[in-house]
Nanobody, 123 residues
Framework: QVQLVESGGGLVQTGTSLRLSCAASGLTFSSYAMGWFRQAPGKEREFVALISRSMGTTAYLDSLKGRFTISIDTRNNAVDLQMNSLMPEDTALYYC????????????????WGQGTQVTVSS
């Protein structure tokens, strides 16, 4: 059974950093594409970043390139999202997701989801 558990969210000030982690069990990263999505109040769920070990691929929402970095922590079987220079518009509930097989930028094509971790950036 696949389980995803996010951690690392919190309340931070503009310009600071956070590192989110998604602990994964019941899957192997060689078979799944892993994604981070976010959803702000009143807005649709939005793609943030993805990583595929089998394809050797990472991808980001264009507006986040250079600030966010996704990576796989093999030792802890986790997918991390390093977020730098945070801004109030980054405030959202951040979700980790897994998709069997190919990568996707669309949240409704992912098979498994975590419960989310809240990130709030104050101005």
């Amino acid at each position: 059974q696949v389980q995803l558990v996010e951690s690392g969210g919190g309340l931070v000030q503009t310009g600071t950093s956070l590192r989110l982690s998604c602990a994964a069990s019941g899957l192997t990263f060689s078979s799944y594409a892993m994604g981070w999505f976010r959803q702000a109040p009143g807005k649709e769920r939005e793609f943030v970043a993805l990583i595929s070990r089998s394809m050797g691929t990472t991808a980001y929402l264009d507006s986040l390139k250079g600030r966010f970095t996704i990576s796989i922590d093999t030792r802890n079987n986790a997918v991390d999202l390093q977020m730098n220079s945070l801004m109030p518009e980054d405030t959202a509930l951040y979700y980790c997701a897994a998709r069997y097989g190919k990568i996707s930028y669309y949240w409704n094509e992912y098979d498994y989801w975590g419960q989310g971790t809240q990130v709030t950036v104050s101005s």
